[in-house]
């Protein structure tokens, strides 16, 4: 419990975070001196903080009363969605695994880079290449190219404007060869990355798609170059990737 001795030696993130703590399920709207004697701090300080929430529109003022902001919202909505596909996802991650015996991963698209979210290890020993909440450039990764495929034209084009880094020998860094090896994945529904962003690596991906056919996120096999076969691994996990997408829409099914 905070007291008003634990005022003298916080941070300003510890304020900001008494400040929004302060705030109650059945509130409607706060005045100053009330978040100051919620939060134990004095309200010039309270007063400080509040007017840059509100320019940030974490919180939202209407006369001399304070509510929590629409941006909060906006960011609450954007971790609902990872937590969901982790839920729904974990099982049939660890069933792929157990069908390929190698990693499994789930990524989303942020900006030019993949989003790790989810990541189940296989059997094979080697040191790890990524992470969960760890970032690999889209266009060098399997999981990056089966989100591209299928996002819009705009997206791309935003990528490639921001440049094809070069992660490897094997990186596609002209913009050419990424839309033909975007193209190939649409046909194909399956993404593969030989050794593009890790040397001696390689992995094989497949879109998760809402249902307007927008890529929510992708799943993949990741493991040795010597072991990853795409043709060999690619229809597992274009199962996998299938019952996802089935299974994040909430709509009825056959």
Known sequence: MRTAAWTDSVSVLD??????????????GLGISELARRAHLPKSTVSRIAADLVAQRFLDRDGDRLYLGVRLFELAE?????????????????????????????????????????????????????????????????????????SPRGVVEQLVRSGLPSRTPATICDPAG????????????????NEECHAGRACVASPVLGPRGEPVAAISVAGAASEIVATRLGPAVRAAALTLSRRMDPGPHD
């Not at 304020?15 to 509130?27: I, L, S």
């Not at 990541?119 to 760890?134: F, L, M, N, S």
């Open 78 to 150: 954007t971790v609902q969605l990872p937590r969901r596909l982790r839920h729904v996802a974990l099982p049939v991650m660890n069933e792929l695994r157990d069908v390929t015996r190698h990693s499994v991963r789930l990524a989303v698209l942020q900006g030019s880079d993949v989003l790790f979210i989810a990541i189940i290890r296989g059997e094979a020993t080697a040191a790890p290449t990524a992470r969960v909440g760890g970032r690999l450039p889209a266009h060098a990764t399997a999981l990056g190219k089966a989100l591209l495929a299928y």
């Open 178 to 193: 990424l839309a033909r090896e975007l193209a190939d994945v649409r046909r194909l529904g399956v993404a593969a990355d």
């Open 15 to 28: 304020r900001v975070t008494a400040v929004f703590d302060a705030f109650g399920e059945d509130d409607e």
